[in-house]
């Protein structure tokens, strides 16, 4: 199950988040848990292993889940920390009302989506997602108005995109972040419009802009540069 994790994280993603939107967002209804005082007790639990990496069981304020968004980092040590309170409308938090943990998860995901999934896999599917989210929007600070918007006149799929084309954001390296425009309708408030973006190109530039990096990874003519990219983002960021 943990090997159908790693095939299925970004396609997942994606998945979980159509169903927040067909499931509906209005996340009013949540009660806020939180301390007075500013801050949370935070406990790292039990290590659950996938691929070869591993993530710990984290909860806070005693059985409130919470989820590492960073898989490269360390696993903070348990104790007393601030917070900051995501924004009503934070991709993120809607994605957590949905995952294992959240007040949606029961009602509208477990047995529909993820039946037969151990509560450890499902939690490690949460895991996965939060962080695929948390790095594209931390490459173009939450605003897809600072992404380039790639349109795919040749795309040689045999079943193609809803919609052809997506987002792109270089992080700090210069290494190519892409988010799908599927995705990206779900995650931002507004749908991305290309005369809105930083730049608009065709995805023939922005295939020769990257021909070296895409040679180094030794992808050579790929069908869809977007799916070729996604998997490239997953195993920089979880070493598969």
Same mark, same amino acid.
């Given at each position: ?21 067909? !499931?509906? *967002?209005? $996340?009013?209804?949540?009660? =806020?848990?939180?301390? &007075? ?7 790292? @639990? ?35 920390? !601030?917070? *900051?309170? $995501?924004?009503?409308?934070? =991709?993120?938090?809607? &994605? ?7 007040? @949606? ?136």
């Amino acid at each position: 199950m943990l090997q159908k994790a790693k095939h299925l994280t970004k396609r997942l993603s994606a998945f979980l988040l159509a169903v927040l939107v067909t !499931a509906g *967002t209005c $996340l009013s209804g949540s009660v =806020p848990v939180h301390a &007075a005082d500013g801050t949370i007790q935070y406990q790292a @639990g039990a290590s659950i292993k996938y691929g070869s990496y591993s993530t710990s069981r984290m909860t806070f304020d005693g059985s409130n889940t919470a989820y590492c968004v960073e898989p490269l980092q360390p696993t903070p040590s348990s104790g007393t920390y !601030a917070y *900051t309170l $995501l924004g009503n409308d934070s =991709p993120i938090r809607k &994605a957590l009302y949905y995952l294992n943990g959240g007040y @949606g998860y029961d009602k509208h995901i477990k047995n529909q989506y993820l039946g037969g999934w151990s509560d450890d896999n499902s939690y490690v599917i949460g895991h996965l997602v939060v962080a695929y989210i948390r790095r594209f929007l931390d490459a173009c600070d939450g605003n897809w108005h600072r992404c380039i918007y790639v349109e795919c006149a040749n795309c040689r799929v045999k079943n193609p995109c809803n919609q052809s084309g997506f987002l792109f954001c270089p992080d700090y390296r210069a290494v190519p972040l892409v988010l799908p425009l599927s995705d990206a309708d779900i995650l931002f408030a507004c749908r991305p419009e290309p005369g809105e973006c930083l730049a608009v190109f065709k995805d023939s530039v922005f295939l020769d802009m990257y021909a070296q990096f895409l040679k180094e990874q030794k992808i050579l003519s790929p069908d869809c540069p977007c799916m070729a990219l996604l998997d490239i983002q997953n195993k920089d960021c979880y070493d598969w």
